[in-house]
């Protein structure tokens, strides 16, 4: 068996570079009071790069992420958006200290004409984006909010999900719990089971499971017309 901790350090060192602005961003949070659960450099590479070789790889013209906290997953998956004409991420927040805090974070990095911060709770905001957008309307999805939610925000979502888009989830395998511990032993750990099982066996997506950090899921919305 590796040693998970150190490889998990091995990947932070030799995969988490990251810009200076980013670097800051999570330390100035923590000081301001924001809680210490952001993603990490390496799943933020991560997120850019999903983002960016979507919508035939020009990158996502339209984004969607659930949970901003203090922005700085918003700002690794602004930096995928579609360059011209400039891609947009919506990113919800019911949280105002967070949303105020985030807003402020992603104009400082330069990202405020494509990234709006909506504060909302995202199982009210889907269908109002829903009625603004229409199906097939979203190139990229980003999850990370509540983990008793996630299979409710896929069957809301799925519908949105371009064909050939992505959806992805953070916290698939552990989140202060394990997807190993038993059964039972956890509300967000048994809701998170049952998402990755739903999704894994939705005949319309592609699913993978990345094992980075806590478990991020990938899933592609199978598009028919690709040769
Ligand atoms: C894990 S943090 C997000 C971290 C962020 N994605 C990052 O990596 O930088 C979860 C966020 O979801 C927010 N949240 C809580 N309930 C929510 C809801 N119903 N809809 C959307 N976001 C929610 C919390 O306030 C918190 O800021």
Redesign the pocket.
């Known amino acids: 068996m590796p040693d998970w901790d150190s490889t998990q350090e091995y990947v932070r060192t030799v995969f988490g570079a990251q810009e200076r602005a980013l670097e800051d961003l999570m330390p100035r949070a923590v000081r301001a009071g924001?809680?210490a659960?952001?993603?990490d450099a390496s799943?933020g590479r991560l997120l850019t790069l999903l983002c960016s070789m979507t919508n035939g790889g020009r990158g996502a013209e339209r984004a969607l992420?659930?949970?901003?906290?203090?922005?700085?997953?918003?700002i690794w998956i602004a930096r995928g958006l579609q360059k011209s004409p400039p891609g947009r991420l919506i990113t919800?927040?019911?949280?105002p200290a967070?949303a105020d805090f985030a807003e402020r974070a992603i104009a400082g990095a330069g990202c405020a004409d494509r990234v709006q911060v909506r504060r909302?709770?995202?199982?009210e905001e889907i269908p109002r984006l829903r009625r603004e957008f229409g199906d097939e309307s979203l190139d990229f999805v980003?999850v990370?909010?509540?983990k008793t939610?996630y299979l409710e925000y896929f069957r809301a979502l799925r519908p949105m999900v371009r064909r050939g888009g992505l959806f992805v989830a953070?916290n698939v395998l552990g989140a202060g719990w394990w997807i190993t511990d038993a059964s039972g032993s956890d509300g967000s750990r048994d809701a998170i089971d049952a998402f990755n099982r739903a999704v894994s066996s939705d005949d319309d997506f592609e699913t993978a499971c990345v094992p980075l950090r806590e478990g991020l899921l990938v899933a592609r919305r199978r598009d028919d017309t690709r040769a």
């Open positions: 924001l809680p659960i952001a993603v799943v992420e659930l949970g901003t906290l203090a922005g700085y997953s918003a919800l927040e019911p949280e967070h909302a709770p995202a199982l980003f990370d909010a509540v939610e953070d």
